[in-house]
């Protein structure tokens, strides 16, 4: 009921910089939390980041002060800026998105969706 289309991964240099966009469709009622994910090889996803609808954010230690995360109310699109990128941020990164639906009988239903993933490369 909830589509989320991620763009802006690919291959960078070490010190270099990306910028992530998620944007949701669907019968969207609401959307209270985004966030984004990352999954390297062999390991187990985790959270980079998240916001609020409030604009209030959560980082992993490992991102603060390098990654900022954002989010556009009125276009249902979240942001991660991601600087300073070192070759350890190199795994698929997901969004996700946690809110509330009108379904197809027009009752209000919790949402918990995921994007396709998109890769980040950083090369040292």
């Known amino acids: 009921q909830v589509q989320l289309v991620e763009s802006g991964g690919g291959l960078v240099q070490a010190g270099g910089s990306l910028r992530l966009s998620c944007a949701a469709s669907?019968?969207?009622?609401?959307?209270?939390?985004m966030g984004w994910y990352r999954q390297a090889p062999g390991k187990e996803r985790e959270l980079v980041a998240a916001?609020?609808?409030?604009?209030?954010?959560n980082y992993a230690d490992s991102v603060k002060g390098r990654f900022t995360i954002s989010r556009d109310n009125a276009k249902n699109t979240v942001y991660l800026q991601m600087n300073s990128l070192k070759p350890e941020d190199t795994a698929v990164y997901y969004c996700n998105a946690k809110g509330v639906v009108v379904t197809t009988t027009y009752v209000l239903d919790d949402f918990n969706s995921w994007g396709q993933g998109t890769q980040v490369t950083v090369s040292s």
């Open positions: 916001i609020t609808r409030s604009g209030s954010t």
């Open positions: 669907g019968s969207i009622f609401s959307i209270n939390a």
